[in-house]
């Protein structure tokens, strides 16, 4: 009995001496560990709650767009571009007043929503999709070396047909003909062989005496907007799907 009560005595003293060396240290590491779990689970709360918010806020645009209420439409993008502009719900947001505010013809007002999203989106795609717009927009007041300066942005590579196809528009709208065909061409070159939208293009091209597509077509994607026709004011599309909650 003596014995272990000798032995345990021993463990105490060299737990004790350990503690007493590394007792801070454990503190503060135990402390540390649980200060983190805490800041994490509280992060992932906060930006829940602010995705719940901003997909509020952008169901409101989306349903003024939809009633075609400008004012409902305004209030909730002004909100949505306030609180939540770093969020992707706030440049879609945009696209879809920007749509509104052309229907109605406030057609300054829907380029400086594109403008906007073109500034805060963070999705090469959407700024792609605003920047298309706006060119529209801008061809249509007969502004051509800010619509051609617009396309000439980096863009994706599966927007590269549509492009060259507008910035055709605004060459031939700019009176440089031989500058368009090259511009049809090469929308032709890079939009997909199976897409009927390239007839439409064959025709502008033809149109300005241009030859037909080059022998070797090299597919590329296509946008998920098709753009009016030159003569024809732009029509901006609707915004892009919205980003699932919590992203």
């Known amino acids: ?38 800041a994490v689970q509280g992060w992932r709360w906060w930006t829940g709650k602010q995705a719940e918010e901003a997909s509020v806020l952008y169901g ?31 440049p879609r ?3 879809m007043y ?15 929503q ?20 706006l060119a529209e927009a801008l061809l249509d007041e007969k502004s051509y070396d800010q619509a051609l300066a617009a396309l000439d942005a980096k863009h ?6 549509l492009y060259a196809d507008l ?4 060459l031939a709208a700019a009176g440089r003909a031989a500058d368009a065909r090259a511009a049809y061409q ?19 091209l033809d149109a300005l005496g241009g030859a037909g597509a080059p022998a070797a077509v090299v597919p590329g994607g296509s946008m998920a907007v098709a753009p009016a026709p030159a003569a024809a004011a732009p029509a901006p599309a609707a915004a892009a799907p919205a980003p699932a909650k919590g992203k």
């Not at 737990?15 to 779990?37: E, H």
């Not at 909730?76 to 706030?90: C, D, H, V």
């Not at 062989?193 to 293009?201: D, E, L, M, T, W």
């Open 60 to 90: 409101a645009v989306a349903a003024g767009t939809r009633d075609k209420d400008a004012a409902k439409a305004r209030d909730a993008m002004a909100q949505l571009s306030s609180k939540f502009s770093g969020s992707g719900y706030a």
């Open 186 to 204: 090469t929308a032709l070159a890079k939009l997909d062989p199976k897409s009927a939208y390239r007839n439409y293009v064959q025709v502008k």
């Open 114 to 133: 594109y403008q906007w999203a073109i500034a805060r989106s963070t999705e090469d795609e959407l700024k792609a999709v605003a920047r298309y717009r």
């Open 1 to 38: 009995m003596a014995v272990y009560d000798l032995e345990e005595q021993e463990k105490l003293d060299d737990l004790k001496a350990f503690w007493k060396r590394w007792g801070n240290a454990v503190s503060a590491a135990v402390i540390a560990v649980c200060v983190a779990y805490i």
């Open 93 to 95: 947001g945009a696209l």
């Open 167 to 170: 910035r055709g528009d605004a």
């Open 98 to 112: 920007a749509k509104l505010l052309w229907d109605q013809g406030d057609k300054a007002g829907a380029k400086a």
């Open 156 to 161: 994706p590579e599966p927007f590269a047909g």
